[in-house]
């Protein structure tokens, strides 16, 4: 089956490369690149705990300040693949999420009032993240007045192509099924495919969502099409995709 993936590098490539491995043909158009910020004051250093909510903060973290202080501060990532990251990173306490924010927060109040981590404003949580995110996490964590300070480490462009190279690439070997991970990556896609009038083009391509939230930025025309992972994480949203590709 041929299948667009628009996600930023690096991830772009190792989905590719995973697509290919399972019998598809990937279309690469990352629509989105991630860049480091500058060293910013939101300290981290002295943290009773860090969290992380996408691969791309542990990888530009170091641009962001003098990178973690101590490996043995419990790390909190959203999923697997970001976990991975961490421990490649050098972290030897890493605490795996169900795979979003909501969770993820859900996950570390159950530490705090089981008393599995300790917070206080000298040694707060510091999330480390991107300045283009959901804000559901930090919402969780304010309300529940734990101490925490953000870490900006690094932005989202996005990447800018002619029409005549979108039409080319899009629907000169139009794909029959879409990987959308974001809801950032989701709203600059459908942006593009309406520019160049290829939204009616593309109802008989398959939607699939990395998460419910992905999956209200798909228009309202092409929601017969959508479908959701049954866990926000790439695995699943790959068991998925195999198994449209086999019915259909």
């Known amino acids: 089956m041929r299948v667009l993936v628009t996600r930023p590098e690096p991830g772009a490539s190792r989905t590719a490369a995973l697509l290919q491995a399972r019998g598809h043909q990937p279309i690469v158009l990352p629509l989105t690149r991630t860049v480091p910020l500058a060293e910013n004051d939101a300290a981290n250093r002295s943290a009773g ?38 421990q490649d990173a050098g972290f030897a306490d890493v605490r795996i999420g169900p795979g979003d924010g909501d969770g993820l927060a859900g996950m570390i109040l159950s530490d705090v009032e089981a008393g599995r981590l300790q917070l206080s404003e000298s040694a707060p949580l510091i999330y480390v993240a991107g300045r283009v995110r959901r804000s559901g996490f930090e919402a969780a964590i304010d309300a529940a007045k ?3 300070r953000v870490v900006e480490a690094y932005d989202t462009e996005e990447i800018s192509y002619s029409t005549d190279f979108l039409r080319k690439r ?12 974001s809801q950032h990556g989701a709203a600059i896609l459908f ?9 009616n083009t593309m109802k008989n391509s398959l939607f699939l969502c990395l998460s419910p939230q992905v999956a209200a930025s798909v228009p309202a025309s092409l929601r017969t099409q959508t479908h959701v992972a049954a866990a926000p994480n790439e695995a699943d949203l790959l068991i998925l995709l195999d198994a449209l590709a086999a019915t259909s």
């Open 49 to 86: 705990a860090y969290a992380v909510t996408s691969a791309a903060a542990l990888r530009h973290w170091p641009a962001a300040g003098s990178g973690f202080q101590d490996g043995t501060v419990p790390l909190y990532a959203v999923g697997e693949a970001t976990g991975k990251a961490a």
């Open 146 to 148: 734990l101490p925490f």
């Open 170 to 181: 899009i629907l000169g070997d139009q794909p029959l099924a879409v990987l959308l991970y």
């Open 191 to 199: 942006d593009r495919l309406s520019r160049i009038d290829a939204l």
